[in-house]
């Protein structure tokens, strides 16, 4: 006797149902505690659910919606945060693995104290002195072991894990797998030779898998800023099978794509001609990494004080004081801040934040949520839960500034397309701040 099939639509339907129920009681058989009510963890549950419905709405395809990405791509995430905030050695795994990514990193300190001398440790508060050694460091060590093979070789398994469980194209596996090690301008490298031919879809969710998260390089300038690394590389992981899950909503496949159905295989090795070479090479990506990262704090933070300057002014002439940009962003995004579970005291503080960021970048933001020059920071002021929060949606490059770099990373590579890339990126960089916000939330429904 054959066995009865349910349809697609019902075993999709079963599933989510599953899935709400899982959530629900993990979230609810937690005790309270002091980061966190019964009550809270339902009203990250509750800004989890409207802010996905709110997307299914915003669907350029509705009706082509990839459910199994979507399910799977949430369950993994939320398996992702039970690991890290329910389990002891979740938390010590991932405490571990920010740790030893400090130390390496740390390495860096070498090479700065023989170029500045004995005196580097009373520089180590300024920022550059801090962070871009670390991005050359870390760089060069990046390109030398792409050489050898071993990113590719990692890559290669991470992208057959998400090509599997999420159902997604081989090239789409691979970018996201690469995202959180090597940036969002460097991922797509990976897969260039399929770029010009990529569909829509996947173009979209390859962007939005860079948006959403952080490279390697750049995780010493966050810790000198005073955000702790576990909740940066927490987020990172986090937010990969999300960025596919709503980019799968926003924009879906209508499309036949080329690596549909099969892996891609990262390129063997690099153009280098020996690892000195490469060690070079890398050395020199990072201190272009540097000066873009330096030209663009300079000009972003140049421009929100004269934008704050105006704006006061302008307050002052109609009768309101200290009216900012962030103020004005804060009221924006106070409702979707209360969504992602912080709260009631702490919201106008972490919306603040995440419109600083959005505007200009996420060292802003990570940095104006620590700054203690002007008396107590803000980090400070929050609760554990609000900060936790804030340092996990805080962390993804999902803001205009990066969109021009993503767009001029795809265009050098297939000039064809840049049409398509322009037209994508602003809805790529929404849905990976999304995706790392939903990180945040997800995480504070088990705090």
């Known amino acids: 006797m054959n066995a009865i099939k349910l349809p697609l639509w019902v075993r999709y339907l079963v599933g989510a149902i599953l899935i709400l129920a899982i959530v629900l009681s993990v979230s609810l058989s937690a005790p309270d505690n002091s980061t966190g009510r019964r009550i809270d963890r339902m009203q990250s549950f509750l800004g989890i659910l409207i802010i996905s419905l709110l997307m299914v709405a915003m669907s350029k395809h509705p009706r082509n919606i990839q459910w199994r990405t979507v399910i799977a791509g949430y369950l993994m995430q939320f398996c992702l945060g039970c690991i890290v905030i329910k389990t002891q050695w979740g938390e010590e795994f991932f405490s571990w693995l920010a740790r030893m990514a400090s130390s390496l990193l740390e390495f860096s300190n070498l090479g700065t104290r023989f170029l ?3 005196n580097f440790g009373s520089m180590t508060s300024v920022f550059s002195i801090s962070v871009f050694p670390a991005i050359i460091f870390f760089a060069s060590l990046v390109q030398a072991v792409c050489y050898l093979g071993g990113i590719q070789w990692m890559l290669k398994r991470l992208g057959w894990f998400f090509y599997k469980t999420l159902g997604v194209s081989g090239a789409e596996s691979i970018v996201a797998a690469a995202s959180p090690f090597i940036g969002q301008a460097e991922n797509v490298l ?3 030779d399929y770029i010009p031919h990529m569909t829509n879809s996947e173009i979209h969710a390859c962007m939005t898998a860079g948006f959403a998260t952080i490279s390697g390089s750049t995780l010493q300038g966050y810790i000198a800023l005073g955000v702790d690394a576990k909740n940066i590389i927490t987020a990172c992981i986090m937010s990969i099978p999300c960025s596919l899950a709503l980019s799968k909503i926003r924009y879906p496949e209508t499309e036949e794509s080329l690596t549909r159905g099969k892996m891609v295989d990262p390129p063997k090795g690099t153009d280098d001609v020996n ?7 890398g050395a020199a990506i990072g201190i272009n990494l540097s000066l873009i990262i330096f030209a663009n704090l300079v000009a972003i933070i140049s421009l929100v004080g004269l934008a704050d300057f105006m704006l006061t002014w302008f307050g002052q002439f109609i009768g309101i004081s200290d009216l900012t940009l962030e103020l004005i962003l804060g009221y924006i995004l106070y409702p979707y801040t209360w969504l992602l579970g912080v709260p009631s005291a702490d919201v106008m503080k972490v919306s603040q934040l995440l419109g600083l960021k959005f505007v200009t970048n996420e060292f802003v933001a990570y940095q104006r949520l620590n700054d203690a020059s002007r008396g107590a920071s803000i980090s400070s002021l929050l609760s554990t839960r609000g900060r936790n929060i804030a340092e996990f949606s805080l962390c993804g490059y999902g803001n205009i500034s990066s969109i021009a770099q993503q767009i001029g990373a795809l265009g050098t590579l297939a000039p064809s397309r840049n049409t398509d890339f322009s037209r994508l990126a602003l809805s790529a960089c929404i849905t990976g701040s999304i995706a790392t916000c939903m ?9």
């Open 275 to 281: 690892i000195l070479h490469a060690l070079g090479n």
């Open 116 to 118: 500045l001398g004995d």
């Open 439 to 447: 990180s945040a939330a997800i995480v504070s429904m088990v705090m």
């Open 190 to 192: 990976l897969v260039k």
